[in-house]
């Protein structure tokens, strides 16, 4: 391929104001070849806007609202833009690095497996982990910003005649699962219309489970996309499940089983406790991996048999309406990672794993993760010490075809910033294509190897003409004159294994 050269302006000037001698040569060059006598027109922006910044689809009357935007300024020229306007234009919010005017230009017609997805971890959550207040409005603050992916823990209450949204076995304080529903619902298609996957971690006995199915049929009704009682060979495309809710959960089981404990203890009449408290005891209690003995990790109690395959074994009471509602089944398979990461041509599912798991098994399984993937959903999930609501380096994940990277957005730090810089890429929609080599076989069945040493594809090369900023922090007595500040620019390159996917050909 050829190489393609990328400049990117980044600004930190001595002085608020930029005196004209001060501007780079190549950027007052560039200026006078698109202005007359000092001053940028309309016109002249647009063409800098097609010419220069590749913008084709920019029109004149975007151009004026540039200027428009500017008026403000002291700095500003009445009659368009001057040398310092024109470099607040070209590092203010009016210039972003990519053009999310285009919207969700790659091919959306692949089955949803085929894309990287904006994924949330406990998506209700304030803060931390472990005491923070459960609300909405982390979900709201999400969806405006492109997620896609929201999970739900959900729990009976004090009371169980009802069902409630919190990170069990710690100190949240938990919010009404209704009122998360509707704020869904409200909320979902503000930043894209792309389907929103509702993940839930069910911990509910069969009749609150027909509860929450009569919470999502009614309050989603026609936008809740429902396969049936049919497991789905392959996953429809985002294309065709614009604007639908979809549901992905493992089949109920865990609580029937503790159920099972629950009705022995009460036939041979063991102790005086209330048997439902002493049956949700142990199942707590059994939630544990002992893989991962120094974690909280809350997907452990998916290590157990496919669904589908040992429902026989279940008592009858299973819900049926709530596991009607499943578009994306989860669940581990027993038998170890061999077993989790096999390939099913009649049944696509959804396999969770922490990050440490997938780090484990991307040293011995790396192929086979990214097999596993190319037809199933992989999500991938903070280890549980991450108590302070910090997240881990997504590429791990996206470099072996994981969809579902699951972040907790509350947070802060430079993952969040890799995957926030991640999701703007496709007009912002909250789902990006999977580079070719992740979805493609050979004649022989062979995948990519994420270990193995490839030639360069594509150069990426940033000039930082000079900046502006510092001022911000500090005054400018600040700084003794005769031993001027020494800044200096970092620049950081990532995502460019899945980035460059991305790139118009």
Same mark, same amino acid.
């Given at each position: 391929?050829? *190489?393609?050269?990328?400049?990117?302006?980044?600004?930190?000037?001595?002085?608020?104001?930029?005196?004209?001698?001060?501007?780079?040569?190549?950027?007052?060059?560039?200026?006078?070849?698109?202005? !007359?006598?000092?001053?940028?027109?309309?016109?002249?922006?647009?063409?800098?806007?097609?010419?220069?910044?590749?913008?084709?689809?920019?029109?004149?009357?975007?151009?004026?609202?540039?200027?428009?935007?500017?008026?403000?300024?002291?700095?500003?020229?009445?009659?368009?833009?001057?040398?310092?306007?024109?470099?607040?234009?070209?590092? &203010?919010?009016?210039?972003?690095?990519?053009?999310?005017?285009?919207?969700?230009?790659?091919?959306?017609?692949?089955? +949803?497996?085929?894309?990287?997805?904006?994924?949330?971890?406990?998506?209700?959550?304030?803060?931390?982990?472990?005491?923070?207040?459960?609300? !909405?409005?982390?979900?709201?603050?999400?969806?405006?910003?492109?997620?896609?992916?929201?999970?739900?823990?959900?729990?009976?209450?004090? !009371?169980?005649?009802?069902? %409630?949204? #919190?990170?069990?076995?710690?100190?949240?304080?938990?919010?009404?699962?209704?009122?998360? #529903? =509707?704020?869904?619902?409200? $909320?979902?298609?503000?930043?894209?219309?792309?389907?929103?996957?509702?993940?839930?971690?069910?911990?509910?006995?069969?009749?609150?489970?027909? *509860?929450?199915?009569?919470?999502?049929?009614?309050?989603?009704?026609?936008?809740?996309?429902?396969?049936?009682?049919?497991?789905?060979?392959?996953?429809?495309?985002?294309?065709?499940? /614009?604007?639908?809710?979809?549901?992905?959960?493992?089949?109920?089981?865990?609580?029937?089983?503790?159920?099972?404990?629950?009705?022995? %203890?009460?036939?041979?009449?063991?102790?005086?406790?209330? @048997?439902? %408290?002493?049956?949700?005891?142990?199942?707590?209690?059994?939630?544990?991996?002992?893989?991962?003995?120094?974690?909280?990790?809350?997907? !452990?109690?998916?290590?157990?048999?496919?669904?589908?395959?040992?429902?026989?074994?279940?008592?009858?009471?299973?819900?049926?309406?709530?596991? =009607?509602?499943?578009?994306?089944?989860?669940?581990?398979?027993?038998?170890?990672?061999?077993?989790?990461?096999?390939?099913?041509?009649? /049944?696509?599912?959804?396999?969770?794993?922490?990050?440490?798991?997938?780090?484990?098994?991307?040293?011995?399984?790396?192929?086979?993760?990214?097999?596993?993937?190319?037809?199933?959903?992989?999500?991938?999930?903070?280890? &549980? +010490? =991450?108590?302070?609501?910090?997240?881990?380096?997504?590429?791990?994940?996206?470099? $072996?075809?994981?969809?579902?990277?699951?972040?907790?957005?509350? &947070?802060?730090?430079?993952?969040?910033?890799?995957?926030?810089?991640?999701?703007?890429?496709?007009?912002?929609?909250?789902?990006? /294509? *999977? @580079?070719?080599?992740?979805?493609?076989?050979?004649?022989?069945?062979?995948?990519?190897?994420?270990?193995?040493?490839?030639?360069?594809?594509?150069?990426?090369?940033?000039?930082?003409?000079?900046?502006?900023?510092?001022?911000?922090?500090?005054? $400018?007595?600040?700084?003794?004159?005769?031993?001027?500040?020494?800044?200096?620019?970092?620049?950081? &390159?990532?995502? #460019?294994?899945?980035?460059?996917?991305?790139?118009?050909?």
């Amino acid at each position: 391929m050829s *190489k393609q050269t990328y400049r990117v302006c980044l600004c930190f000037s001595r002085r608020f104001k930029l005196a004209v001698a001060e501007a780079p040569e190549e950027i007052r060059a560039l200026f006078n070849q698109y202005s !007359d006598n000092g001053i940028m027109t309309d016109n002249h922006l647009h063409r800098f806007l097609i010419e220069v910044q590749k913008q084709e689809k920019a029109t004149l009357e975007e151009a004026q609202a540039i200027i428009e935007s500017l008026k403000h300024l002291a700095i500003f020229h009445r009659k368009g833009l001057n040398l310092e306007a024109f470099f607040k234009y070209l590092f &203010g919010d009016n210039n972003p690095p990519l053009d999310l005017k285009l919207g969700a230009h790659h091919d959306m017609t692949a089955p +949803i497996s085929h894309y990287f997805i904006y994924t949330g971890h406990n998506s209700y959550l304030t803060g931390n982990q472990l005491s923070s207040d459960c609300s !909405d409005v982390p979900i709201i603050n999400a969806l405006k910003k492109g997620v896609r992916v929201i999970e739900l823990d959900i729990w009976p209450n004090s !009371d169980k005649d009802d069902v %409630e949204v #919190l990170h069990g076995r710690t100190l949240t304080t938990p919010v009404q699962l209704i009122k998360c #529903l =509707r704020s869904i619902k409200e $909320h979902a298609f503000t930043a894209s219309e792309f389907p929103v996957v509702i993940t839930l971690e069910d911990h509910l006995t069969p009749d609150l489970q027909s *509860k929450v199915s009569k919470m999502v049929t009614q309050t989603f009704g026609d936008t809740l996309f429902s396969p049936g009682s049919e497991c789905l060979k392959e996953f429809p495309s985002p294309e065709s499940l /614009k604007r639908r809710i979809i549901i992905s959960t493992k089949p109920p089981k865990e609580y029937l089983e503790a159920k099972e404990i629950k009705d022995k %203890e009460s036939d041979s009449q063991k102790g005086n406790a209330a @048997p439902d %408290e002493e049956a949700w005891g142990k199942e707590i209690l059994n939630l544990k991996s002992a893989d991962d003995k120094n974690e909280l990790d809350e997907d !452990d109690n998916d290590a157990e048999e496919d669904p589908g395959e040992g429902d026989h074994k279940l008592p009858h009471d299973i819900a049926p309406e709530y596991k =009607r509602l499943i578009a994306i089944p989860a669940g581990k398979p027993k038998g170890g990672l061999e077993e989790c990461l096999k390939v099913d041509p009649d /049944k696509a599912r959804r396999l969770s794993l922490s990050e440490q798991q997938l780090e484990n098994a991307a040293e011995t399984h790396g192929k086979e993760i990214v097999r596993f993937t190319q037809r199933n959903i992989l999500r991938v999930y903070p280890k &549980g +010490i =991450r108590v302070n609501s910090s997240n881990y380096n997504p590429l791990i994940g996206w470099m $072996h075809g994981a969809q579902m990277v699951a972040f907790n957005m509350q &947070g802060y730090g430079r993952s969040l910033w890799m995957m926030q810089g991640m999701f703007r890429a496709n007009g912002g929609c909250g789902f990006v /294509k *999977k @580079p070719d080599f992740l979805l493609k076989s050979g004649p022989h069945g062979e995948v990519f190897d994420p270990k193995a040493k490839l030639p360069v594809q594509k150069t990426l090369k940033v000039k930082i003409y000079m900046g502006e900023g510092w001022y911000y922090d500090f005054h $400018h007595t600040h700084f003794d004159a005769y031993s001027p500040p020494d800044f200096y620019v970092r620049v950081s &390159g990532y995502n #460019l294994l899945v980035s460059f996917s991305s790139l118009h050909k």
